[in-house]
């Protein structure tokens, strides 16, 4: 059996621990931020389904942000991250239906240089499966 990306989120914060998991914000779409640049906690979560029998699935995420203007030089500097990990069943996993669910979570300071789309593209197996994004944009001035 193929492994199968079965759904993913974004949110502020999100956790494995003894088989299930927690996420607090979840699914959102855009983010007001006070201030260019930013820093901005972010997490990654969701279940990929396997064979019971599977030893580790390979997961890779790409975090592609617009293209950022860097200072007065005018010099445009796209940046990315990347982060790679296998998947493997838990000890609480519990197989059903001849398959197991691999949960996971990534949590990172997000760094947020400009406005516009951040994209997170999630690969099994060096295949992408999945897109999530969220629009960055700069909260309303609160002068009067």
Same mark, same amino acid.
């Given at each position: 059996?193929?492994?199968?990306?079965?759904?993913?989120?974004?949110?502020?914060?999100?956790?494995?621990?003894?088989?299930?998991?927690?996420?607090?914000?979840?699914?959102?779409?855009?983010?007001?931020?006070?201030?260019?640049?930013?820093?901005?906690?972010?997490? *990654?979560?969701?279940?990929?389904?396997?064979?019971?029998?599977?030893?580790? &699935?390979? /997961?890779?995420?790409?975090? =592609?942000?617009? +293209?950022?203007?860097?200072?007065?030089?005018?010099?445009?500097?796209?940046?990315?991250?990347?982060?790679?990990?296998?998947?493997?069943?838990?000890?609480?996993?519990?197989?059903?239906?001849?398959?197991?669910? *691999?949960?996971?979570?990534?949590?990172?300071?997000?760094?947020?240089?400009? &406005?516009? /789309?951040?994209?997170?593209? =999630?690969?099994? +197996?060096?295949?992408?499966?999945?897109?999530?994004?969220?629009?960055?944009?700069?909260?309303?001035?609160?002068?009067?």
């Amino acid at each position: 059996m193929k492994p199968e990306f079965d759904y993913g989120f974004l949110s502020n914060y999100a956790t494995v621990e003894n088989g299930k998991l927690t996420a607090v914000g979840a699914s959102f779409t855009f983010i007001q931020v006070p201030t260019i640049p930013f820093t901005f906690p972010i997490s *990654l979560a969701g279940r990929v389904r396997a064979a019971a029998n599977v030893d580790e &699935v390979m /997961l890779r995420v790409e975090v =592609i942000p617009p +293209e950022s203007q860097t200072g007065d030089t005018g010099m445009r500097r796209p940046y990315g991250l990347n982060f790679a990990t296998g998947l493997r069943p838990g000890p609480n996993a519990r197989p059903y239906n001849g398959k197991v669910g *691999l949960l996971f979570s990534l949590s990172l300071q997000l760094p947020i240089f400009a &406005v516009g /789309l951040y994209r997170f593209n =999630i690969h099994l +197996e060096d295949e992408l499966v999945r897109t999530l994004a969220f629009e960055a944009e700069l909260q309303p001035s609160q002068e009067q």
